[in-house]
């Protein structure tokens, strides 16, 4: 049995300790993989600053991280997927509320995964490379595909167009940049919005037409380029997104349903040393309010809205089509690509604190990943 280490979270709101860890062993339907790279999502940091308000139930120690790449070292009885040595990535799923293991968290060298949210990658694809995707696809694919949000058609290897048309406000996000791949792959057109500096990096992921996010215009322009096109609905990225989504969703013809994964607030100022007392309550309050006024405005444009919760794709058929039928041959072939690009911010389990204090800085069509060779 390997030696085991993970980068612990002993308590809400606390930085992570490296230490000593059980090794994983697989349940029936699970992998064990040994992590050589993870990436940084917002999802963590979040969980950091604010986990006794948005993953209540989680018990610590535990370990926090979504997106692993590295080796197959053992499986589960049931799993004839995958065999020891495999070079896979896994969307690691230990802080939903049904898992809330330590086992299944991303942040360690030895992470069990279930089956079904993995894919075997290329030789051809780096680690750092594929450690980019994972939370990122999953959560495109669940507002995309799933019956509950936009129920697109599948993605496939040829796709006929479908002669709709997608809007991903925040294209240029790590999970914008899988929800217009998706797309495309499924034979949808797709309008984005990105900052000036990222329109040819939306426009090579397969966007047609990129609009900037900040012109005062923005939501104008975006209705204007959907004159005489059927919307397949929009997925909402940004903590301004879902209110923009709404008043063009409502102003064109076809699915007026918007899929939301930001909520309206950010929560970066609850990371924040002098952010005092009262900072949780009045975040509390902005988000209950701010919900309110998108309902309301919905309503009012009779655009339905839904949140997305980037891992119900393991319990429905989504998460076979995108890890076991999509994923693989599409990573095998290049006609999907592992981006946004990796800024690679540390190589070992001490360096992930650091990295996710990066990512809730910001990054600009860029993933932070680490290293764990
Ligand atoms: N609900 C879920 O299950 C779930 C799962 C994963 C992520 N999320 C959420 O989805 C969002 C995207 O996550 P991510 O990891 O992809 O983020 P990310 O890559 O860290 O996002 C960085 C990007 O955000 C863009 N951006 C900033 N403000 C924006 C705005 N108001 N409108 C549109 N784009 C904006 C920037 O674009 P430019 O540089 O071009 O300006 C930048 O490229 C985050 O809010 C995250 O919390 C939700």
């Not at 230490?19 to 963590?44: K, T």
């Not at 397969?206 to 919307?231: K, M």
Request: charged content about 15%.
């Amino acid at each position: 049995m390997p030696t085991n280490a993970a980068a612990w979270i002993k308590a809400a709101d606390t930085p992570l300790e490296v230490g000593l860890a059980p090794c994983p062993r697989p349940a029936v339907d699970q992998i064990v993989v040994r992590n050589r790279a993870v990436a940084i999502n917002p999802l963590e940091w979040i969980i950091q600053v604010a986990g006794n308000l948005t993953y209540r139930w989680l018990t610590y120690p535990t370990v926090l991280g979504s997106d692993v790449a590295g080796e197959v070292v053992e499986v589960g009885s049931e799993v004839t997927r995958f065999r020891v040595g495999d070079r896979v990535l896994g969307h690691a799923v230990g802080t939903d509320k049904d898992s809330n293991k330590a086992a299944e968290g991303g942040f360690q060298l030895y992470t069990a995964v279930l089956e079904r949210m993995a894919a075997p990658i290329p030789d051809t694809l780096a680690f750092e490379d594929a450690a980019v995707l994972p939370l990122a696809v999953s959560t495109a694919a669940c507002g995309l595909f799933q019956d509950d949000q936009l129920g697109l058609r599948h993605p496939s290897a040829n796709a006929e167009p479908t002669g709709q048309t997608l809007l991903v406000w925040g294209g240029s996000t790590s999970v914008g940049s899988q929800a217009i791949q998706l797309a495309v792959a499924a034979g949808y057109e797709v309008v984005t919005t990105a900052s000036p500096r990222n329109f040819d990096y939306v426009r090579s992921l397969g966007a047609s037409q990129v609009f900037d996010y900040n012109d005062p215009d923005v939501v104008a322009d975006v209705v204007a380029a959907f004159q005489g096109c059927t919307l397949a609905g929009a997925v909402a990225f940004g903590t301004t997104s879902a209110a923009s989504c709404i008043r063009i969703a409502g102003a064109c013809q076809g699915n007026r349903f918007v899929s939301i994964a930001t909520p309206p607030v950010s929560f970066a100022h609850l990371a924040e040393p002098d952010r005092g007392r009262l900072a949780m309550p009045k975040l509390i309050a902005r988000l209950v309010s701010s919900n309110v006024a998108l309902q309301v405005a919905a309503r009012r444009r009779e655009v339905r809205t839904r949140y997305i919760f980037g891992t119900t794709l393991k319990a429905n058929e989504v998460g076979t089509v995108i890890y076991r039928d999509f994923l693989p041959s599409a990573l095998a072939e290049g006609r999907y690509r592992a981006l946004p690009a990796p800024t690679v911010a540390g190589h070992g389990l001490a360096d992930i604190q650091h990295a996710m204090n990066l990512q809730r800085e910001g990054v600009s069509a860029a993933k932070i990943v680490v290293t764990l060779p």
